[in-house]
Structure formats: structure tokens, C-alpha cells
């Protein structure tokens, strides 16, 4: 039996049962469990298997990665800058239809988002080696150096909480690949590390997705802060595309394991082909299908907490939410009986009316990103002319409340576990409070800059 199907059969005895197996290895990796490490070998060794054959992009010899970095850079600067004379022309956007459909994306892709960087974690110990300073830079910067205000994942967080998104419900298991990829690759460093290297090559150049991202997200009302911050970091002159290709070619074997290095290197570059990119989860979106899925799985809790006052097609709503598979039918009977009116202001139908505004019935039984759905489903091809509200920017309305955070108990046990330790063994013990898990946490910033500290002082 292997470690994934062992992994597999302990995890469906908890209460997660419901897990698909990217979810389960994520969570068992990102969970830190005991024997994490063997199981993100075995994974990666499978999923390795799966790109063997897929066709190679990188250039045949490893000097020519810079120039061919700049030249992708060069040619998704070009297609952006068509986008934006063809937005300037009057084409609609060209991944939103609504705010509904971002909101989609940013939950799917979260699980990737919210371990952002991971898969150079495990480079860490290798603090001491130049070579690997372009990578340590970029891990580091992931974590936003010890600071909350540019740390990736709290950033991610932040964004999902402003607009109430920050549930799984929804999430498929085919989401949580990449992240689980990430991880795994993060805890088997030193046994993959040409794989890690091409991880991080692929991972790292600019993809024009990005760009149309963070320019459509303005247009919605949405911070595209976090996209924003990545155009600037993943530049290919001084950024980590360029650092990616450079770090290629600073650990590239001086022999005769040159060859199979570099082979190896390509390998960890086709793992970003696996899973559901951003641009598949964006292509997968579909308003009704998302409004029935949504309502079906509120439909549990529901259906015991109506009266029988309305009947619709002779139907309580008790009755309609008795049995899966109905949803859809019971929403052709709400527009039926004029209770949703579509393609018109939402504020006009009797069903958005108990769920928004003063006295609202159902005030807070649908989350932020839930009522979205609906809204844009009821919304339409009626357009609002109320302009969307401008977008917050800057550091200090962002994380001002940090400024005023109490005390951490993690973080004065770990200011007390190192203030005996000579500085190279504080360094070292810092290493496990920068990982995917504890990075964002207050102690994890704090060992963040304090890792950062060290590290220069002993160099």
C-alpha cells in the first residue's frame, strides 16, 4: 500500500471525508503532519510521471533562458497593449461578464493563492550558499519580508474577507493541485531540487492573464492590489523572472550531470501546466449554473426553516428545498409568480428584498459573494448607473490596525525560545515559523525579519 492510498483511507475516516485527493494531500502537507514529507515525494514522483512526455518549451541550451525570458516578457507586453486599445475602442471585458464571475475565479484559485511561494521553502537552508540568492530574495519577498502589509498570502486573505468570499464552498478538488504541487515541492527541496528550480522558472514568468486581471478587477470595485504587486515583482529585467533564469544558471552543474540537471529543470517547469489554471477557472464560469450549485448547497439548511404561508406551482418552499435537483425549477417558479424580475434592478424583486436591506427576512443568510451571485443573476443585461466605487489604495488604510495588534503568545514563546541561541542556531530555528503555514501568522512575520536580520549578519 502506498503512502497516498494509506493517506487516502485515514483522511475518509475523519469528518473530511468529503475531500478529493489533491485536497487531501494539501491539507496533510499544509497540516505539517508527521510523515508530510513522504508523502510529497510520492506525490511529486506521480506527478512528475505525468508530464514526462509533455512537449518542452524551454530553450535547448540553458545560456539562452535570459534572452528568451525577455522575449515572452516583450510579447505579453504586446498582447496587453492590444487589450487595452481594444478596451479603449469599446469590447467589453475580456474575462468578467460581472463582479459574480471575479469573485468566482479569486475563491478557485485561493487554495494556490494562499500558499504562495511555498515551493521554495525548503531553499531555506541553503541560506549560506550565494547561489541561491536569487531564489531566497524571492521566497523572501513572498513573504512580504516579515511585513503584513506586503506579505502574499495575507494580502490574498484580506481580499477575500473584504468582499465576504472566504468560504470553500464551491472549491473543487482539481483547484487544490497546484497548491498541493507547491507545497510538496517546498518539502522535498534538496531530492528535487532541479525540478524546484524549473518550478520556479515557469511559475514566475509574466502571464498576460495577470495584467487583464488586475485592470478588469479595478473596473469591478475590487483591489487588484495583489495582482498589481506581482506585475511589478515578476518583471523580467530585475524581478523574479529574471532571478528565476539566473538562479538556472548559477546552480547548474559544471560536469557532466549538466544534462540531466537541465532535463530535470524542464520537468519542474511542465508541472505549472497541471490542474485548472486562471484562465480555465475563468472559462468554467457560468451565472445560472453557479446560482443553482450556490442555492443547492444552502438547500440542507434550509429546508426546514420556512412556513407555509407562500406556495409556488402548489409547492411550499419547504417542499421545494425538501429534495436535491430542484432548485432550478423552483427559480423558474419564483420568476413565474413575479417574485424575481429579470434583467432588471435587482431592488425591484420581492426575493432580493428579503435578502437585502432594512428588515430584510433572510438578512445574513447569504454571504457576501453568495448575494453577488444572485444580484448579477437577477441583474443582467440591466445595467446600474451608480459608478462603482473607487478602489482603496495604499499601505496604511490597508493594515493600519496592525499598528495596534495585542501581544502574540506564539510570538513571545518563540522570542523566548531564542534569546539563549547563538545567532546561526536562532537562524536555523527560525526556519520552520516560514512556512506556508505559519508565514502569515504575527510570530511567522516576526521570524520572517528576524531570519532576514541573522542572515545578513552572517554573511
Given at each position: 500500500m502506498t503512502l497516498l492510498t494509506a493517506l487516502s483511507g485515514q483522511l475518509a475516516s475523519m469528518h473530511h471525508s468529503g475531500y478529493g485527493e489533491y485536497q487531501r494531500v494539501y491539507q496533510h502537507l499544509y497540516g505539517e503532519a508527521p510523515n508530510a514529507e513522504s508523502v510529497a515525494r510520492e506525490f511529486l514522483q506521480t506527478q512528475l510521471a505525468r508530464v514526462q512526455d509533455a512537449t518542452n518549451e524551454l530553450p535547448?541550451?540553458?545560456?539562452?533562458?535570459?534572452a528568451w525570458v525577455e522575449q515572452r516578457c516583450a510579447a505579453v507586453a504586446q498582447?496587453?497593449?492590444d487589450y487595452l486599445e481594444q478596451r479603449q475602442q469599446g469590447r467589453p471585458r475580456r474575462y468578467f461578464q460581472n463582479k459574480a464571475h471575479a469573485l468566482y475565479v479569486l475563491q478557485?484559485?485561493?487554495?494556490?493563492?494562499?500558499?504562495?511561494?511555498?515551493?521554495?521553502y525548503g531553499l531555506l537552508h541553503y541560506w549560506q550558499d550565494q547561489r541561491f540568492d536569487g531564489l531566497l530574495s524571492t521566497y523572501l519577498e513572498e513573504l512580504g519580508d516579515g511585513e503584513a502589509a506586503q506579505n502574499h498570502v495575507v494580502i490574498y486573505r484580506k481580499l477575500l474577507s473584504d468582499h465576504d468570499a472566504d468560504s470553500d464552498a464551491g472549491v473543487e478538488d482539481e483547484h487544490y493541485l497546484q497548491g498541493a504541487l507547491q507545497l510538496a515541492l517546498g518539502l522535498c527541496a534538496e531530492e528535487f531540487l532541479p525540478q524546484v528550480i524549473g518550478y520556479n522558472l515557469g511559475y514566475e514568468q509574466l502571464p498576460l492573464h495577470l495584467l487583464i486581471t488586475s485592470y478588469e478587477l479595478s473596473e469591478l470595485g475590487i483591489d487588484?492590489?495583489?495582482f498589481t504587486l506581482h506585475v511589478t515583482i515578476d518583471n523580467a529585467s530585475s524581478g523574479h523572472a529574471c532571478k528565476a533564469a539566473q538562479s538556472v544558471l548559477n546552480l547548474l552543474p559544471l560536469g557532466e550531470g549538466r544534462a540531466d540537471f537541465y532535463r530535470r529543470v524542464a520537468e519542474g517547469y511542465r508541472l505549472n501546466d497541471l490542474g485548472a489554471g486562471t484562465t480555465a477557472v475563468i472559462e468554467q464560469f457560468d451565472l445560472h449554473a453557479e446560482v443553482v450549485a450556490m442555492l443547492e448547497r444552502k438547500r440542507t439548511f434550509g429546508q426546514h426553516m420556512h412556513s407555509d404561508y407562500c406556495r409556488f406551482e402548489g409547492k411550499t418552499v419547504n417542499q421545494?428545498?425538501?429534495?436535491p435537483g430542484q432548485v432550478g425549477a423552483f427559480l423558474q417558479a419564483l420568476q413565474d409568480k413575479g417574485w424575481i424580475k429579470r434583467n432588471q434592478d435587482p431592488a425591484e424583486s420581492r426575493f432580493w428584498q428579503l435578502i437585502e436591506g432594512a428588515g430584510a427576512a433572510m438578512f445574513g443568510v447569504f454571504s457576501g459573494y453568495e448575494k453577488q451571485v444572485l444580484h448579477d443573476w437577477i441583474a443582467g443585461e440591466w445595467i446600474s448607473d451608480q459608478r462603482v466605487a473607487p478602489v482603496r489604495r495604499g499601505r496604511s488604510s490597508r493594515f493600519s490596525q496592525e499598528q495596534h495588534r495585542p501581544a502574540d503568545p506564539d510570538t513571545q514563546a518563540l522570542v523566548d525560545s531564542l534569546w539563549k541561541l547563538p545567532d546561526e542556531q536562532q537562524l536555523n530555528a527560525l526556519i520552520p515559523w516560514l512556512s506556508a503555514r505559519r508565514h502569515c501568522t504575527p510570530a511567522g512575520l516576526?521570524?520572517?525579519r528576524r531570519f532576514i536580520q541573522l542572515?545578513?549578519?552572517l554573511r
Open positions: 535547448a541550451e540553458p545560456e539562452q533562458l535570459l498582447d496587453y497593449a478557485r484559485v485561493a487554495p494556490t493563492k494562499q500558499v504562495d511561494g511555498a515551493w521554495l487588484p492590489y495583489y421545494w428545498l425538501a429534495q516576526y521570524a520572517t542572515r545578513a549578519r
